[in-house]
């Protein structure tokens, strides 16, 4: 009689997670990137000469460096913040840590208690809308428009929680590339958020994830780097210019925020090799993996743009990103996206629903995200057509695909 | 003006961190290895041929295998758990997590709650006694003896805790290579064990970290191995196998339980390269690295034992241990290891005092735990003659030293 765990579970815990099924045929969720450019050589020659220099640290908990993590990374992300985001800031300002999710888990634990607010973009991702929902966190949303958060919209959230006698933990925002609109708010739009913290004392929460891979390449400088009064946090990671899998972020905040979160930090220090391997690596050729990443990248939305006009015709409304790994779809406003997203996996297509991405489920309801990074150009084409298909059958939308009339 | 984030954290938050000053130079701390024992060549030669072979897929959290975890690491310790455990699990039966530090946070979340009551060894590792008092869960220790954990006290626990209408939510237990004490559980204990757990309906969460390292190489079997009721959580690492800073540990568990820690594990996988690294060399090489690494290991606590009684004589008293990393010593009555802790590592010298590795603060005043594993055995010999000037200084013992009677 095998023993019944399930009367000890606290009340409080998630659902079961499903036994893992393999991934979709066509997979447009989840930020994985292009297989192939990931920079095989590159790591595989850091990975040699990082261990053979010294590889015998790995004996010691956290390296030589102590609990922010290996300090060449630290060094290489301090001139690469300098350099690309305009941010001062030293290797004992950062804090490595197992992917951006641990950061936001450590910066949520050390700021966050149980009945506060925060204020958010809209739409977002939804891993930080996922945890402030458990944390039970009231994640107050501000409407975007083609230039992201907007501040008008913004300034109002505030007096109105001001008059209700709430102050906001802080503003997450993810600014540069935005999770899901790729929007990118510009250096005045930056101003004018900081000087609405500085009003109405609210700290700000950076999420710069995607920062690297705006096509242009330049970057308006990071909020970080544009505050006068050290009010923000600001959060990076390595998953989108090199590779996902491995689980290396990081986070730059004043000691008194670094300070609680070291306290929370019990997992002693963050997998050494991945750190090393890309401190070796990306000191070389960050400059120019990330670069060629891009070209790559655009050439992918391009093909998905290419087949969501050709499959959708009209029935998908979208902007032209202006960088990183995903899509925000309008369809028409009869299209359930979370039925959609239910049809679509029965056919092996994944698309991410709307009201998952945003704390507006009537706002999102007819909207799709689809992550173009790690599908081949052919399935994107195949899969955009599968999923017309499966829109058509379920909702009547697209009418035409293929310039053709569909009945 | 800067920012003041101090008014924004809960009142829960933990102390915070000070800023790492660097190690002692005698650091008898933490779970560190042996530099000379981190297999460099087989490392470089996993990651050359691993990467080569399947790098592309760190494209994609998770790599290929879902998450829980690199598909081949979990073969790996599916094979590796039958021969060396008695276990029998298959890799679905088995999550990877960031270390095994990550494998206590889920199983906690999973099944503790505020007010909960677990029962633990006695004397016992720092972070599981920490991460208990942090949830707000009572730990009831358990005496143990030269044979680790003492069954009679258990069932009195068990009866006295029924008595008071107490459900303990689980018993957690380092049975092979207990830390701090060494001890190893025999299996005529185990089997008492589990009738007492399947009599009080109390299922056991083991902690088989050290396991590896028993000088024998000759472990009883897992408690895991000998239920018949699957009321067992067995935990384990590779962080003193092969090398502690590469963060890799895995969990054994009912789907019951798995499923709730994969809704737990929020984190977007364990890095994966370490992963890959690990499952590349451990395949071929395992089997006669730990050997090799077990027999230095039995070195260095030779030379520390060498250097107790030459030091201390009579004034330290220890078991010789049957594996692990650690020495657990009784120094005389008056010692407060408390102030010894102190006192010391202003000398250089680092120890972890008795009350920060027990749930009983009196028993285990003025017993001090010893890793022995990172320093060098001269390292060894210099930093307990320091420790013992220091003890003599500030408690009058030991009054002999080097056979030399002392002041």
Redesign the interface.
């Known amino acids: ?6 009367p ?13 099924a ?2 979709p045929k066509y997979n447009f969720v ?9 920079p ?1 050589d590159g ?2 020659a850091a ?2 000469s990082v ?2 220099r010294e ?10 460096s ?3 993590g290996y300090r060449p990374l630290r060094d290489f992300l301090s001139t690469k913040l300098k350099r690309d985001a305009g941010m001062t800031c030293s290797a ?1 300002d950062i804090l490595i840590v ?2 951006s ?2 950061a936001l ?1 450590l910066v949520n ?5 149980r009945g506060d607010t925060v204020i958010v973009e809209k739409d977002n991702y939804q ?1 930080s809308l ?2 402030f929902t458990r944390l039970g966190v009231t994640a107050v949303g501000i409407p975007l428009d083609k230039g992201g958060m907007r501040m008008d919209a913004l300034e109002a959230a505030l007096q109105d929680l001001k008059a209700r006698g709430v102050t906001p ?2 503003i997450y925002t993810i600014p540069t590339v935005q999770n899901p609109t790729a929007t990118i708010l510009d250096e005045s739009r930056r101003a004018r958020l900081l000087e609405l913290a500085d009003a109405y ?1 609210v ?1 700000i929460v950076e999420d710069d994830c995607y920062a690297d891979l705006v096509w242009s390449g330049e970057r308006p400088r990071a909020i970080h780097a544009m505050s006068q ?3 923000v946090i600001h959060i990076g990671s390595f998953s989108k210019s090199i ?6 972020g990081f986070v730059v905040a ?4 670094m ?2 979160m ?3 930090k ?9 750190q090393m ?1 890309l401190a070796e690596y990306c000191a070389a050729h960050f400059g120019t993996h990330v670069p060629a990443l891009r070209k790559g990248l655009r050439k992918k939305v391009e093909t998905l743009m290419e087949a969501l006009n050709e499959q959708f015709g009209t029935a998908a409304e979208f902007d032209d990103p202006k960088g990183g790994i995903f899509l925000w779809v309008k369809l028409p406003d009869n299209v359930d996206s979370l039925k959609l997203y239910q049809a679509a996996l029965k056919e092996g297509v994944a698309i991410n629903p709307g009201p998952e991405w945003s704390v507006d489920k009537d706002h999102s309801k007819s909207r799709i995200r689809i992550c173009f ?2 599908p081949s150009h052919q399935d994107i084409r195949e899969g955009i057509a599968v999923l017309a298909d499966v829109c058509r059958r379920e909702f009547g939308v697209p009418t035409r695909s293929s310039n053709v009339a569909k009945a």
């Not at 989840?30 to 990931?38: C, Q």
């Not at 004043?254 to 925020?257: E, L, R």
């Open positions: 009689m095998p023993f019944d765990f399930t000890l579970f606290p009340a409080s815990l998630p659902p079961p997670a499903v036994r893992w393999g991934a989840g930020g994985n990137n292009d297989p192939g450019e990931v095989l790591l595989m990975a040699q261990l053979q590889g015998r640290t790995l004996a010691t908990y956290g390296l030589n102590g609990p922010q004992d197992s992917g999710l641990q888990d634990s050390a700021l966050l208690a891993g996922n945890r933990k802080f004392d700290p009064s050290d009010n590779a996902p899998a491995l689980r290396v004043p000691w008194a925020v300070s609680r070291l306290a929370l019990t997992d002693a220090g963050s997998g050494a090799l991945e391997v990074a790690s």
